[in-house]
């Protein structure tokens, strides 16, 4: 992360269906204390923006909004990257 300030707290996103196509991997490893900071080593990169702006997100298995930047992650955490789902 350029320029960002940080603690060194490295967690794993992990992409799941157009999310994961469109990241050009099933997953990464990348250091970010907030939801805000993740959001912004992430992002930057077209096809993966498209689809984050409409993703949900769970850490370690608890739906957090991408608008609270400033929600924490704490070290080792497990960061689901979820686009909306079609079907029925």
């Known amino acids: 992360m350029r ?9 794993t996103v992990r992409y799941w269906a157009g999310a994961r196509a469109a990241a050009g991997r099933e997953e990464e490893a990348v ?5 805000g900071e993740l959001l ?18 769970l850490v ?7 608008e609270d ?6 070290a080792g955490a497990v960061v689901d990257v979820l686009p909306p789902f079609a079907g029925g």
């Open 40 to 57: 912004g080593a992430i992002g930057g990169r077209p096809p993966l923006d498209r689809v984050l702006v409409a993703s949900s997100l």
């Open 60 to 66: 370690d298995g608890t739906a957090v909004r991408r």
């Open 31 to 35: 250091e970010a204390s907030t939801v």
């Open 69 to 74: 930047a400033a929600h924490p992650l704490p």
């Open 3 to 11: 320029g960002a300030r940080h603690d060194g707290r490295v967690v």
